[in-house]
């Protein structure tokens, strides 16, 4: 079997082709069709491993979900992960490869393009249907030579495309006419559609400007979608939650928007609880009314320790944890917790040794070999805001460079000794378990112990959804509702043929 296939590009980043990516999967799978997802070069800090121990790009696993799939590392064969502001991680087919510069990795991607074609041909071998998802703009006139992730990824599986722009930001139809003339004649004729994303008003004002769109590029407009709200994890750095304030939750949690910022997909769990106010903060004021400070993952533990401390960070946590305000860490913000991170082969920096935050008694050595794997951990006994979560289990999955040893004066978070740990008191731990949140009764019930140190009653386990899981599964089929309402699935099935 050779599957149909369909190819979502956009007039930039961040107009949306994750999100309908992910309804098309959702809307395919509901009309009994075999879907995949496919986004052949990612590049983002939010990532999954599969369980192969494969690394892979967060929004091809949310489309994955939407298909009712197990994610595979076959459906993002190729992801970059900066590690500065010149140079990445190469992950190809899950594993690490080496570290570019954009200077060398665009010398050297071209060798890759038999990997991506047999990573695609074996989805299509499986599949109905194969949705594949383009990256930035295909108009990039100075990568065109060698690409393989927009109209050269659609090429080279042969596939119809739609292009969908973003009418929020301003000028949507400047930069769909745009987009389409910068292509060469035979990408041009690839392109079916048009979609006009995030909407907001009256479509009947729209019209006049859809009607003249279309005969300018002779391409017809399938649908205008109007602007929406969804939980669903985000592909990378560029989204608004970063911007959004809280929703006035009874509880109040603050994350660091450190500058390599990773995986803060972890805290897309807190959207389900609806006493819980999530924000994220740039400098040290915005901790102050925080009930929990998060110190999430990063690609680069030693820099992001570095901008702690020079941005005032690093005293305000330790003020705060002083105070017993509850302070946790996962990935690399469990190691910036510790008392020193040690870099003896220059993974991350040429410095060698840093001093932690020094909040947690433990040590990080790191290593050259990433540990991906996916796992889980059975929490002990706990004092503080861990109270009576003790025999919960709690299952992600962990990414790191680093090995961190537990010293005399924390207790280990969990049965499994290098699980994580936590001070004393119990309102500073660390973990690096990606997923950590996602257990909705361990997270309820640590929210419902800061409730309580607050004054409040326990907020009711009625509310909200029973998993994560299911909380995710409306968000999808809520997509997959509003975008099948505005662009019907005939005309997706007419292109694809």
């Known amino acids: ?149 927009n109209m050269g990824m659609a090429a080279m599986a042969d596939a119809p495309v739609v292009l969908a722009g973003d009418i929020d930001r301003g000028g949507v139809f400047a930069s769909l006419y745009g987009t389409v003339k910068l292509l060469p004649p035979d990408d ?63 509880v109040n949690i603050t994350v660091l928007r450190l500058p390599r910022i990773s995986n803060f997909t972890d805290f897309a769990v807190f959207d389900s609880l609806p006493d819980v106010s999530l924000t994220y903060a740039d400098d040290a004021a915005g901790l102050e009314q925080a009930d929990m400070v998060i110190i999430p993952g990063s690609k680069n533990t030693i820099e992001d320790m570095e901008h702690l401390e020079r941005s005032g960070f690093s005293e305000k946590l330790k003020r705060l944890a002083a105070s017993g305000r509850v302070i946790a860490g996962i990935c690399g913000g469990f190691q910036i917790l510790g008392r020193m991170i040690h870099d003896p082969h220059g993974v991350e920096s040429p410095l060698g040794s840093i001093s932690g935050l020094g909040l947690l008694d433990v040590e990080t050595h790191f290593a050259q070999d990433k540990h991906t794997v996916q796992s889980s951990l059975k929490l002990r006994s706990l004092p503080g805001p861990l109270e009576g979560c003790g025999g919960q289990t709690l299952s992600g999955y962990e990414i790191h460079m680093g090995e961190t040893e537990v010293g005399p004066d924390v207790t280990p978070l969990a049965e499994e000794r290098s699980a994580g740990a936590v001070n004393r008191a119990g309102n500073v731990f660390g973990s690096y378990l990606h997923g950590f949140f996602d257990n909705l009764e361990f997270t309820r019930n640590l929210i419902n112990n800061i409730r309580r ?34 662009l019907p699935l005939e005309k997706l099935l007419k292109i694809v043929g």
Not at 43 to 54: A, D, Q
Not at 217 to 243: M, W
Not at 453 to 462: P, R, V
């Open 188 to 250: 041009q004729a690839r392109i079916k559609g048009l979609i006009i994303n995030k909407f907001r008003g009256d479509v009947k004002i729209l019209e006049p400007g859809l009607r003249q769109i279309e005969e300018l590029l002779n391409i017809p407009v399938l649908g205008v979608i109007p602007y929406g709200k969804f939980a669903i994890d985000e592909e990378d750095s560029l989204t608004d939650r970063f911007s959004c304030g809280g929703r006035g939750g009874a």
């Open 453 to 486: 140190a607050k004054g409040l009653e326990a907020a009711e386990s009625g509310e909200g959804p029973a998993t994560y899981d299911e909380f995710k599964e409306r968000e999808y089929d809520r997509l997959a509702d509003m975008v099948e309402e505005h």
């Open 1 to 149: 079997m050779t599957a149909k296939n369909l190819m979502v590009v956009g007039t930039a980043s961040s107009v949306g082709k994750s999100l309908l990516v992910t309804a098309f999967c959702r809307i395919f799978k509901r009309h009994g069709y075999t879907v995949a997802p496919f986004k052949s070069q990612n590049m983002s800090l939010n990532s999954f491993v599969t369980p192969e121990g494969h690394e892979m790009g967060r929004a091809q696993v949310s489309q994955a979900e939407a298909a009712g799939l197990v994610p595979s590392a076959l459906m993002n064969p190729i992801l970059l992960k900066p590690t500065t502001n010149s140079k990445s991680q190469v992950i190809v087919n899950g594993k690490v490869y080496g570290n570019m510069s954009a200077t060398e990795y665009y010398a050297f991607k071209d060798n890759l393009r038999p990997q991506v074609m047999e990573a695609y041909n074996k989805l299509a071998a499986q599949y109905d249907m194969v949705v594949i998802e383009g990256a930035g703009s295909p108009a990039e006139i100075n990568l065109m030579d060698n690409d393989f992730v």
